[in-house]
């Protein structure tokens, strides 16, 4: 047995070592680079690309805009369609792109580009204030949007105590360490892309979509991503921009966007903006849960963030409301980042529920116990292994909740104030459909293939492991191509569980197959492509956690340190301990990175993002780190998936900026309900 051991990672050495070829590095002859040129206008018409000067250094090949650019057919995201129309929609969206023979020639030559521009008034900040589009019943990919059920106003007016509150989380960005990366070229009719993304085969189709040619004509290869975290789940503009560039030119064509690219042509979280009414009586039982959640998409595709997702799951009540609106501001098109949805709606119901329990004079923790749904709240359905209420009586045992005393503000050694803060965790376990193919050699070898990717995550140890238990020798294991067949991306915290499900078919009916043939293997070799087996409908499926927060607030500065943050998560049985371990402690990182750094700020005169890169835009580091712990419950959940776990990359992140917030507010006695905790919202200046 090797899976849920704890190996390590494959390809560990090879990292290390500095072997791993990543997209960029693709060797290829004669090969050209291509640096995009941005836009400088928050909104308005392309009149002028004049190219003179950079066409005039021989080593310039060829500028593209929207005049001489390929003709792309139109996709679901337009965001994809680069150089197709004039239009600027934002500050920072690609209007042309200069292809060179040196990569520093081919930035030197888009700042030789000069643009003109029909300028028109742009419009960057998140305002209640302005219209939005209220969102219907469902939204993209069949996720549930807004909601009702019984009477809410009802619930409100029947309550002993009635909360109100606004929170809000601001735009942030995914900053992977690999920047968006591709090599390209075309071979006659077919297309070629080594490409940082979070899902070959997705990619593939994606491409494929955009140049008018099935995805079978179009082969992605992924094999190592410097991270993702939703910025590289479709093909991005400089993605489409580097594959233009080698449809016009003929030869293989290198793209690697700047750290600052990465602000504007490639997405990032929308700003929101949640309104809160909860209604409970003095026994903390909840009458009413009313989740009014703002967020903004692009003029030219609607991209919603999910932030009232999580408040349909969480806490029983008759009467409960979400609407979820969009506003269109000239920023880029945001996409999911991080858990998207619940991220920011975790923390602000969390938050909510934490305010809730000082206004009832109730345990935060007896709180949460006090309103435990017996089904599904929104769907009525029975949950398939719902542990919060383990989560969190493990977690105040082991954080030694019982000897708090909940008064704000009063723990106090010299210039620091301590205070503790406890929030839960949710997150969907979704199980998409994908294909692998086993393998048997006469020799008694194995292989499986599958059109996986490994952002990181450790997706290629697990799925060796689950292909080497099942088949009983270690196998070879191919991922990151999309001639592999149809997979899923590396995204919803669904990868592994989708791709293992299909390896586990494919692997199981090999075994068959060879049984038929008495064990013998025929001299061609035996193989057996099979799919993954949906789940059946009718349960709610989520992985479940809880943080407990220590932090310690200097009381003249209002800089927050966090000394411990303890998390306890059911997500069923990992197949790599220490990977497992990895991911939820890595959520919890970036918990605290959002609670206390994150934020992407937009500056209203000039349309643009002013952080855009990592000496401005703030990530934890390890100095800001410390007593981090995360332990699993070991509850299978055999329901949940084919390989019996159930999603871990985005458990560790949701609700960890609330525990830290709520820690804050229990240190301080003040309450911050928009992140980042900055020294002056703490300080109210
Ligand atoms: Mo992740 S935000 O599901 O790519």
């Not at 966090?562 to 919890?588: C, E, K, W, Y």
Request: charged share 20%; glycine share 10%.
């Amino acid at each position: 047995m090797t899976a849920g051991t704890g190996l390590s990672r494959l390809e560990g050495r090879e990292k290390v070592m500095g072997a791993a070829r990543y997209a960029y590095e693709h060797p290829v002859e004669d090969a050209l680079y291509v640096w995009p040129v941005a836009a400088t206008v928050g909104s308005g018409t392309v009149v002028e690309v004049d190219a003179a000067a950079a066409l005039a250094d021989p080593a310039v090949v060829t500028v593209l805009d929207h005049t001489n650019a390929p003709r792309l057919r139109p996709a679901q995201i337009a965001d994809q369609l680069v150089l197709q129309s004039p239009a600027v929609a934002w500050r920072g969206q690609i209007v042309a792109g200069v292809v060179a023979t040196t990569p520093e020639a081919a930035r030197e030559g888009a700042e030789q580009v000069v643009v003109r521009y029909a300028e028109r008034p742009h419009h960057v900040v998140l305002d209640p204030a302005d219209p939005a589009l209220e969102l219907p019943g469902e939204l993209f990919g069949g996720q549930p949007g807004s909601f009702a059920k019984g009477d809410v106003d009802a619930g409100l007016a029947a309550a002993d105590v009635v909360l109100d509150r606004v929170y809000t989380t601001p735009a942030q960005h995914h900053n992977p360490m690999e920047t968006v990366a591709t090599t390209a070229w075309w071979s006659g009719e077919r297309l070629v892309v080594h490409d940082s993304n979070q899902g070959p085969w997705i990619a593939a189709v994606g491409f494929g979509q955009l140049w008018d040619i099935p995805p079978e004509q179009v082969e992605v290869v992924t094999e190592h991503v410097g991270g993702g975290f939703g910025a590289k789940v479709r093909p991005t503009p400089g993605a489409v921009l580097a594959t233009m560039a080698a449809r016009v030119t003929g030869r293989p064509c290198k793209l690697m966007l700047t750290r600052q690219h990465m602000f504007t042509m490639s997405p990032g979280r929308s700003a929101t903006r949640s309104r809160f009414r909860l209604g409970a009586r003095r026994d903390g039982t909840l009458t009413a849960v009313d989740h009014d959640a703002l967020q903004y998409s692009s003029p030219i595709h609607e991209f919603v963030e999910q932030t009232g997702l999580a408040t349909r799951t969480m806490y029983a009540t008759d009467n409960l409301r979400i609407i979820h609106r969009l506003a269109r501001l000239n920023l880029p098109t945001p996409r999911v980042m991080r858990a998207p949805g619940h991220t920011p709606g975790m923390f602000a119901l969390e938050s909510a529920m934490d305010e809730l329990a000082y206004a009832l004079d109730l345990d935060p923790l007896a709180l949460r116990l006090a309103n435990e749904p017996a089904v599904d709240p929104a769907s009525g359905e029975p949950f398939a292994g719902r542990h919060l209420v383990d989560c969190l009586t493990v977690g105040a045992d082991r954080f030694g909740w019982a000897a708090r005393d909940p008064t704000p503000g009063v723990r106090r050694h010299g210039r620091w104030l301590f205070g503790t803060g406890l929030a839960a965790s949710v997150y969907p376990a979704y199980q998409r459909v994908a294909t692998a193919t086993a393998r048997a050699e006469p020799d008694g070898s194995f292989s499986v293939s599958v059109g996986a990717v490994d952002i990181g995550t450790g997706a290629r140890t697990a799925l060796w492991q689950l292909a080497t238990d099942l088949l009983g020798s270690p196998v070879e294991i191919h991922i990151g191509r999309s001639s592999y067949g149809n997979a899923p991306v590396a995204g919803g915290s669904s990868g592994t569980a989708s791709w293992g499900g299909a390896v586990r078919n494919a692997c199981t009916a090999l075994r068959e197959r060879l049984a038929g043939h008495g064990g013998a293997v025929p001299a061609d070799g035996l193989e057996v492509t099979a799919e993954s087996t949906p789940l059946p409908p009718g349960r709610s499926r989520h992985s479940f956690g809880a943080h407990f927060c220590a932090v310690r607030v200097d009381a003249d500065t209002g800089q927050v340190r966090v000394d411990r943050l303890l998390g306890v998560f059911a997500h069923g049985r990992p197949l790599n301990a220490r990977t497992a371990h990895s991911q939820l402690i890595g959520g919890m990182v970036m918990g605290v990175s959002m609670a206390l750094h994150e934020q992407t700020v937009v500056d209203p005169r000039l349309g643009m993002f002013v952080n855009h890169d990592l000496a401005q835009y703030h990530v934890a580091t390890n100095a800001d780190i410390h007593g981090l712990e995360a332990h699993s419950l070991e509850r299978p959940d055999d329901d949940i998936t084919l390989v019996g776990g159930k999603g871990i990359g985005e458990l560790g992140i949701v609700g960890a900026a609330a525990a830290v917030a709520n820690a804050v507010h229990h240190a301080t006695g003040v309450r911050v309900r928009d992140l980042p905790i900055t020294l002056e919202r703490l300080r109210g200046g």
